[in-house]
């Protein structure tokens, strides 16, 4: 007993000294980005965990950081795993990190509500919990540059330009086969709605997450439903099943539409010739062309600071990933310029967040023009619902389908004030905002 | 030499049947609970959140399968759905009564979770071992299907996912974002505490012992009288009732929200191997195998790194889950009966210690 204890004693001593948050080095801020390059879903989360670090690693190397300001930042596994999301949480936490991207949204969902309360916003690109646009009810979370909601809505715009006008939707059945988890139940609402409203019929086809390598039985019912069109919100290793899957029954690939986490490059190859056709909404840019990207290849790529094969920088997911860790930095140079420190916290870091503006003129200098769309985050609005693009898998690389278009805002901006007010009272007491959002 | 019951008089029955008939044994208790409650002093929000407060729950919901597993010797597979039903129950009255205090609200889910248990425990009164496993292992997958697919568990959240909302006991906020990682923690402690110290006196009383015995020989244990109908089910019944309160626990004080795939098979295996490498039919013995399967691996994970080893995120990771690996292998060929059983050895040393004879 007396051992025991003595040793546990000794152990408790070790780590309260281990957990002690590290001191910060004169001019750097600190990042955590949890991540995950194990488990099922790291097929998508490698690419992703690759493009946010290589660019954070190359603004260190490039300019020296953010105004001469380091980045420091490191990696928390999760396995995409809710439990590991809040260990790694807790330590972003006791590490003081400036802002903190769950890339889950299990874990997003679980991270909002301690958000406010630890003082630490929650960048969630795209993904995440629709409502959290309303930045009025959710000033602690970023969802740019769309919610689920506008990238569905954007979905159903399109198919309905396909059939000639929304009033073509009428009568059509479009099938949804989604990842049955938080991620894919998210759109649920605004398809029900959208279906009512514009009189098309919606067939479910869930997928659970330990059988999304088999997904036999959906395309079986897929096929005797003879759906019009098929709408995927798949994640990982469930993505290029169903392209798998979709071309072994025959499906229409130009009638089958992913979510932007549905547009890997690896999940259409896995299609091989017969994916041709695919398509996946997108708030990105492919290729390696642009100068931002030959930078991250010349200067840590290149010269071995990372473990990206170079093969994969400018596909789907790497350059989305870039576009996450340029949210970071520019929301880190927003709010040293709003502040007038150098070094900011994670206070500042959401006053940057919020008034994080990129117009074309900062795309050029950044070297990403044309990657993205120019994104604005306002108080109010803190996704934006910017304007999207539909894109097509040639066979061997993701080209553009459509010009950029905007999507149903108007559809999903009264559901998502409805939602976030929902969450608040569901949440009771949910803390209110301390700085009112200026009206406009 | 200090470790012995040598000049200890027992004068009393009740000094006789108490649970720690050894001095040492309840100094020790004593400065371990001590420490506990210190605890929080010392330790960051990190220690607290993310590894005291989910260790100390998933030791009880250990102690719950150890009940039905260990002691009733009825292999259960359904032990994460079980805790997935406390939550949910838990959830459900929270926002359906939120007037009444959560404490309740978290000891009565546990028994939602004993009725669940007990309907898929009827099974248990024909077939044993493996076969049983599996009619659990369909325990898990139902229930998990009824997590995910019944809309009105979660309150049609669009996410399906459930939230905790904030919650006081007397004038403190124990639940929800707002509570700090210490009220949680000694919440968390009491409750714990209090359940094991109820269950090791129901093992030890009549129901404990009747357990046992069907445990060890089902047929013998008829013939002196023991119903096996009442003895198995409410094996089932008290398992399942504190993996339920483990369960709410789970969410309302670590997770803080959570979805379906927080509750499946994964979480049930894991909850089995700390039975298992802990050492079935030891109370101990969970403390022990919680701490091994949770601690352990965090510590690796964080510890790596602070050691100044510079390695990526997923390499720790994955050598940790080696390192874990090679451990439970390594324990398992040393003592198969698990720390549990490596712990009770080591008292026996100790006891004759410095002489290697009694």
């Known amino acids: 007993m007396r051992m025991k204890t003595l040793l546990a004693g000794s152990v408790l001593m070790g780590l309260a000294a281990s957990f002690a948050a590290p001191a910060v080095a004169e001019d750097s801020v600190y990042i955590q980005l949890p991540t995950y390059r194990t488990g099922p879903y790291a097929g998508s989360g490698i690419h992703i965990a690759n493009g946010m670090s290589d660019y954070l690693a190359m603004i260190n190397e490039r300019d020296g950081g953010v105004n001469g300001v380091k980045i420091a930042f490191d990696e928390c596994e999760t396995g995409y795993d809710t439990q590991k999301g809040v260990e790694c949480y807790e330590q972003a936490k006791a590490k003081n990190t400036l802002v903190f991207n769950p890339w889950s949204t299990g874990i997003t969902l679980q991270v909002i509500p301690k958000s406010s309360v630890d003082k630490i916003p929650v960048l969630s690109m795209a993904y995440g919990l629709s409502a959290a646009a309303d930045g009025n009810t959710f000033p602690w979370v970023f969802n740019p540059p769309d919610t689920y909601w506008d990238g569905l809505s954007a979905i159903i715009k399109y198919i309905g330009e396909q059939e000639g006008g929304m009033e073509g939707l009428k009568g059509k059945k479009i099938g949804y086969i989604f990842l049955d988890a938080g991620y894919g139940r998210e759109p649920i609402p605004l398809l029900d709605n959208l279906a009512q409203k514009y009189g098309f019929e919606v067939l479910q086809y869930p997928v659970p997450g330990k059988e999304m390598q088999n997904q036999a039985s959906q395309w079986l019912s897929i096929r005797r439903d003879r759906p019009d069109y098929v709408v995927m919100w798949g994640w990982g290793a469930m993505n290029p099943t169903a392209i798998k899957e979709a071309v072994k029954n025959r499906f229409d690939m130009s009638k089958f539409i992913g979510v932007w986490w549905a547009g890997g490059d690896e999940d259409a190859r896995a299609g091989g010739t017969g994916a041709k056709g695919y398509k996946s909404v997108s708030f990105n840019n492919v290729g390696a062309d642009y100068p931002a990207l030959q930078d991250i290849k010349k200067l840590v790529v290149d010269a071995g600071k990372s473990h990206t094969p170079a093969s994969t920088i400018g596909e789907n997911l790497y350059n989305r990933g870039v576009v996450n860790a340029l949210y970071m930095v520019e929301g880190i140079r927003t709010a040293q310029e709003m502040t007038g420190k150098k070094v900011i916290n994670a206070e500042d870091m959401r006053l940057g967040l919020e008034n994080l503006k990129i117009d074309e003129a900062r795309l050029e200098a950044i070297g990403l023009k044309g990657m993205i769309a120019p994104i604005e985050i306002t108080c109010a609005n803190h996704s934006g619902h910017h304007p999207l693009f539909i894109q097509e898998w040639d066979g061997e690389k993701w080209t553009s389908a459509t010009d950029w278009f905007s999507p149903l805002t108007e559809e999903v901006t009264p559901i998502l004030m409805q939602a976030s007010k929902d969450y608040a009272t569901s949440n009771a007491p949910w803390p209110t905002r301390d700085d009112a959002c200026p009206a406009n | ?358």
């Open chain 2, 1 to 358: 030499m200090f470790y012995r019951e040598a000049g200890q008089y027992k004068t009393t029955y009740a000094a006789d049947q108490q649970i720690f008939p050894i001095r040492q044994d309840r100094i020790g208790i004593g400065v371990i609970l001590v420490l506990a409650l210190l605890l929080p002093l010392v330790a960051s929000e990190f220690m607290l959140s993310a590894i005291a407060i989910p260790f100390l729950i998933l030791a009880l919901a250990t102690i719950g399968l150890n009940i039905l597993t260990g002691y009733a010797g009825q292999l259960s597979l359904g032990t994460g759905a079980f805790m997935g039903v406390g939550a949910y129950s838990c959830y459900k009255l929270v926002t359906i009564f939120p007037e009444v205090n959560v404490i309740v609200h978290i000891l009565l889910s546990g028994v939602f979770a004993a009725a669940a248990g007990v309907v898929f425990g009827l099974p248990s009164l024909r077939i044993k071992g493996l076969y049983l496993a599996v009619t659990t292992l369909a325990a898990q997958f139902f229930l998990e299907w009824c997590f995910i697919r019944i809309s009105w568990l979660y309150n049609y959240n669009a996410s399906g996912a459930i939230e905790v909302p904030g919650r006081e006991f007397f004038g403190t906020l124990i639940t929800g974002p707002a509570a700090g990682g210490t009220t949680r923690y000694y919440v968390v402690l009491a409750i714990v505490v209090v359940m094991t110290l109820l269950i090791k006196n129901l093992i030890r009383g009549r129901i404990g012992r009747q357990w046992m015995m069907i445990r060890d020989m089902d047929i013998a244990a008829e013939l002196m009288g023991v119903r096996p109908l009442v003895a198995k089910l409410s094996a089932f019944a008290v398992s399942s009732y504190v993996c339920g309160v483990a369960g709410a626990m789970f969410v309302f004080f670590y997770l803080g929200a959570s979805e379906p795939a927080v509750f499946s098979i994964t979480l049930s295996f894991q909850v089995l191997f700390m039975a298992i490498i802990g050492g079935l039919g030891s109370l101990v013995g969970s403390f022990f195998g919680a701490a091994f399967i949770w601690i352990l691996p965090i510590l690796l994970r964080v510890g790596l790194p602070a050691l100044g080893v510079d390695i990526a995120a997923e390499t720790v990771f994955q050598v940790a889950q080696m390192v874990i690996g090679a451990l439970i292998i390594f324990f398992l060929i040393v003592e198969p009966h698990g720390l549990a059983r490596l712990w009770a050895i080591g008292k026996e040393k100790l006891r004759v210690w410095p002489f290697p004879y009694a």
